[in-house]
């Protein structure tokens, strides 16, 4: 079936891209560590790229890391403007390249100018500040209406980025050197690139080896063209949607627990628990392996379960999600871990695992009930997990300063807190249908931007 093959390529480019990014962090410890060396080799700019380390300084490391967040949020509303104009082929197709072209360029760049990296970096970011728009736009284009679910939970389950690139870096870069690392993630983007391209269509009909069977499944109940045209895009009254918000809404919740798996996590097990490198790494791995895990298995039962009715069934695996992740950052917050590591072990995965459930939940009805306009719902959900990404950098180093299990038990409160109350609010306001923004605002004054458009009803 040619559309799994596309949700396949088109997961694999964006969880490369992100891969992109936060290979910095698993390379950091290797570019820093001089440990051992010989100065006049390490921070000598001809010598060998292999053996050069760099003395970042605490701006340095500022502006490194925040840069991504920087980069991304500024990107977020220009790039879905040209993503809503160009569609996803030749825009990912162009960022993309770039972006591998950047991770090539890296250990050339970070050897001839730390600064220049910086500025590099936050380009970088820039041109990833559309990835959750354009899964939006694909799911649109490329799910069928009785498998979104499934799709929207495997194409957003960006958790493959850290599965691919933790362990893969520590080898590569004990075996190769620290630049093989940026080279290799560079060729595999560039390569997923070319496959994606030659197989992706703006509009799935157009892709000319999918059986006439296929095609009529996924189109089945959508509104697409094989022209664009301009049309009017009702931004105030998508904004006035409660149901978008509690999209939105219950989006900040996710991204609060997904920031802690994708930045604070190693740094909890490490320094609060004492876990050994190996240790962290190994339960990082079965972490991420059995959240991906959790998140397609939900998505695919919120498809498959029948015999409820849908707002119910989301609002119930949403709950699931939401509060049940709450309960154990609640239960651990009182009886911390660090007595027993098989408890550790089992705690902390169902802690941080068990909200991947809301993918079947929350993440079904992005492109439910956003449909045509879903670049526009996604680049403020993009903007969303920025502005989460940005609080926590500074929150949590203000409750854990230390990185005491004592201070941790404030931060998983806080998270129990912001669960809970994103999931009530979810759960009042979820939408199951889609809304007619259009007809509901005809006549009035929108901006113009270059879309797809009805012409064609399957």
Known sequence: MIRYIVLVLTTCILALNTSGIICLSATYPTLTNTVGLNESIWDNSSSDLIDRRFDFKPIHKTLLFGGGFAGTFFGVLPL???LRKYHNHKVVTITSILCAIILISTPLILSYSIILYIIVRFIQ???????????????????????????????????????????????????????????????????????WSLLYRDIAENQPIM????????????????????????????????AVWAIWIACAGNFTIAQFNFTYSYIYLRSALKYSVSEAGLLLFVQMNILLFIRIMSGYLSDAIKFINE?????????IGFFGSASFFLYI???????????????????????????GGFGKTINIVSGKHSTFVCSIIQITSCIV???????????????????????????AIMLIVTNIFFVIFVGTKPVDWENANRGKNSNIIHSLENSNKA
Do not use: Q
Request: proline share 5%; net charge positive; aromatic share 14%.
């Open 125 to 195: 970011s820039w041109l990833n500040a559309h990835i959750i728009a354009i899964a939006g736009e694909f799911l649109y284009v490329w799910a069928p209406k009785k498998e979104i679910g499934f799709f929207s939970a495997v194409v957003l389950g960006l958790e493959i980025s850290v599965v691919f690139t933790m362990p893969i870096s520590g080898f590569i870069i004990s075996k190769f050197g620290w630049p093989t690392n940026f080279y290799f993630h560079g060729f595999c983007l560039a390569l997923v690139t070319l496959l």
């Open 211 to 242: 059986s006439e069977k296929e095609k009529r499944l996924v189109n089945y109940a959508k509104d697409l063209s094989k022209t664009t045209k301009t049309i009017a895009v009702p931004y105030l009254a998508i904004i006035k949607t409660p």
């Open 333 to 359: 917050s009182h009886y911390p871990l660090g007595e027993s590591k098989y408890r550790d072990h089992i705690l902390y995965t169902l802690t941080t695992t068990i909200y991947g459930f809301a993918s």
């Open 80 to 82: 879905c403007e040209i």
């Open 389 to 415: 990404g940005v609080s926590g950098s500074y929150i949590i180093p203000v409750l854990a300063p230390n990185d005491k299990i004592a201070e941790w038990n404030h931060v998983f409160i806080v998270y």
């Open 311 to 319: 707002k119910l069934k989301i609002r119930l695996i949403n709950s």
